[in-house]
């Protein structure tokens, strides 16, 4: 798959890193998808000391005929999306969509989802209301009218049929209202914007990323995650830290799966990242092992 640069005209994005096939991380069970975006001064959760190309993700879930979407993508994606979620969900199944912000990196690609393959349910962990800032205020109604929006507070599971059920998370690191998620099935936690460190060097939907090819630093870790949390510059915060190895004692994991970034894949290379970030944390600016 190879993709065409993102370009520029007027301000605008006019074209994104395309991948014409979801990305298969457990088979038959976890999709990624989404595409890249180029790496520059228009994404604001980005450090400028950095460049390249970072895939936006989001992920579908498959239980039998069951289906949960967690995020939708942007809307630059758009087209991409619909492809690639034709291929995995079939005419009979109405997904459920989980959103891990109220922002449209996140929920971009909702209204359109629900016009082509239909919608059961939204669930919006922080934000009841997942529609503020669409401005097709006549479309959003008409199709909104078609689904169920509930909230979803941290504790609680969404069962997706089988006897699997998707715990949501409200982690300690956020900005904002932010729901992380986990699948027991899998061992994913998926993190929304947090764990958003990696990017890529071409212009590729290709995000997953291992040990084997990891060339992540810890400076690059701490560039992002305060550029991301911009109040890290400025504090340092180690019951923060100990909240979040309290997190990840709690499950068992071997993938994270961000909104913005690579997909993390392996219990070692997880491991890796979740010292780096509570490193970050811990206000450390070296070298971290």
């Known amino acids: 798959m190879t993709g065409a640069t993102g370009r520029r005209r007027g301000g605008r994005f006019t074209d994104a890193g395309r991948g014409s096939q979801p990305v298969e991380l457990v088979p038959g069970s976890l999709y990624a998808f989404g595409g890249t975006v180029t790496m520059d001064s228009r994404i604001s959760w980005i450090s400028p000391a950095d460049s390249g190309y970072q895939p936006l993700n989001g992920y579908l879930i498959k ?88 909230r979803v507070a941290s504790g609680e599971s969404l069962s997706i ?37 990696t990017f890529l060097e071409q212009d590729r939907y290709a995000p997953v990323l291992t040990a084997e090819r990891d060339a992540t630093d810890y400076a690059q870790v701490r560039r992002h995650t305060c550029a991301r949390y911009w ?25 994270i799966a961000p909104t913005h970034g690579c997909v993390l894949e392996g219990a070692e290379l997880v491991r890796k990242h979740q010292r780096w970030l509570n490193a970050v944390l811990h206000g450390e600016t070296g070298e971290s092992g």
């Open 161 to 197: 049929g089988d006897g699997r059920a998707i715990e949501v998370i409200r982690p300690p690191l956020r900005m904002l209202n932010t729901t992380w998620a986990y699948d027991p099935r899998t061992k994913t936690l998926f993190t929304s914007d947090s764990f958003g460190h």
């Open 231 to 255: 109040w890290l510059q400025h504090a340092v915060s180690p019951r923060l830290a100990t909240e979040m190895t309290k997190l990840y004692d709690r499950y068992d994991i071997e993938r």
């Open 63 to 150: 239980e039998g005929s069951n289906a949960l979407l967690i995020d939708t993508g942007v809307a630059l994606h758009r087209k991409d999306v619909l492809e690639q979620l034709s291929m995995l969900i079939d005419d009979q199944t109405k997904p459920r969509v989980l959103f891990t912000r109220a922002e449209l990196d996140a929920t971009g690609n909702l209204i359109a989802i629900a016009a082509r393959f239909g919608v059961e349910v939204v669930n919006a962990g922080g934000n009841v209301n997942p529609f503020d800032a669409f401005e097709e205020v006549g479309q959003v109604g008409r199709i909104a009218a078609s689904f169920r929006v509930e």
